[in-house]
C-alpha cells in the first residue's frame, strides 16, 4: 500500500462547476498537508498549506484534513479554465527529515 | 510564496556530456534543499536531500557519482548530472525548504527540461 493515495484521473468539469479532489494516507505521523498545482512543463506552485485537522479557505480554495479518517481534500468553487492543471496532494510528519510524500496528482480539465 | 529559480530551463546535450541544473531560493534561506525528478504523467520522484555544507543523501536507486548535489549556501544548490545518457533525460525540480513568512514548507523551483540526445 502506498503512503499516499490519489485518484490520477483525468477529471474533467464543467466551467462554474466545484471540484472536490481527494487523498488518503497511511502514516498517522503526518501533520502537514499541502495542496500543488502543476501546470504542465512547469514546477509545482504551493496552493495550500494546512497543519493538522481542519478546514482552510483561501479564495475560491478549501482545504480539509481529517486525521481521524486519514483522508484530505481540496474543494475548488466556481471552477475556471485557468484552473485546468494536475493537482498535487503533499504531506509530512515533523520527523525524520521533514521527509515529504506527494500523492500521484490529479489531472483535471475545467470546459469553457 | 517565497520564489525559486532553475537554470537553464531546458538544455539538449549529447550523450556522455555532463549537465549542470542551479538552483536559488530568492526570497529566502532554505535550511535543505530537494531534487526531483519527473517523468511525463508521473509524480515527483525523490533523488536526494542535502543540508547547506552537507553531503546530500540520496534516495534509494539513485546514483550519487552520477548525481552530484552541493548546496554550498542556504540559497543556492547544484545538480550536476554527469555522464548523461538518454535515460537520463527527464524534468528535474528543486525544491527548498525554507521559513516564508510563518511557513515552514516546500518551494519548488519551475523545474530543467533535459534531452539527452
Known amino acids: 500500500q502506498k503512503e499516499v493515495e490519489q485518484d490520477p484521473g483525468p477529471l474533467s468539469v464543467p466551467e462554474g462547476a466545484i471540484v472536490s479532489l481527494n487523498c488518503t494516507y497511511s502514516?498517522?505521523?503526518?501533520?502537514?498537508f499541502m495542496w500543488y498545482r502543476q501546470y504542465s512543463r512547469k514546477g509545482p506552485e504551493l496552493l495550500m498549506y494546512t497543519y493538522s485537522s481542519g478546514n482552510k479557505e483561501d479564495g475560491r480554495f478549501t482545504a480539509q484534513v481529517d486525521k481521524s479518517s486519514k483522508y484530505i481534500s481540496l474543494f475548488i468553487r466556481d471552477s475556471q479554465p485557468s484552473d485546468s492543471a494536475t493537482y498535487l496532494c503533499?504531506?509530512?510528519?515533523?520527523?525524520?527529515?521533514?521527509?515529504?510524500?506527494f500523492g500521484a496528482g490529479t489531472r483535471l480539465f475545467v470546459k469553457a | 510564496g517565497a520564489v525559486v529559480s532553475q537554470h537553464p530551463s531546458r538544455v539538449i546535450c549529447k550523450s556522455g556530456t555532463s549537465v549542470k541544473i542551479e538552483c536559488r531560493s530568492l526570497d529566502f534561506q532554505a535550511t535543505t534543499m530537494f531534487w526531483y525528478r519527473q517523468f511525463p504523467k508521473q509524480s515527483l520522484m525523490l533523488m536526494a536531500t542535502s543540508n547547506e555544507g552537507s553531503k546530500a543523501t540520496y534516495e534509494q536507486g539513485v546514483e550519487k557519482d552520477k548525481f552530484l548535489i552541493n548546496h554550498a549556501s542556504l540559497t543556492l544548490s547544484t545538480l550536476t548530472v554527469t555522464s548523461a545518457h538518454p535515460e537520463d533525460s527527464s524534468f528535474y525540480i528543486c525544491s527548498g525548504r525554507g521559513l516564508a513568512g510563518d511557513q515552514e514548507t516546500q518551494y519548488f523551483g519551475p523545474g530543467t527540461r533535459l534531452l539527452v540526445l
Open positions: 502514516n498517522s505521523a503526518f501533520q502537514y
Open positions: 503533499a504531506m509530512s510528519a515533523n520527523t525524520g527529515g521533514f521527509k515529504t510524500i
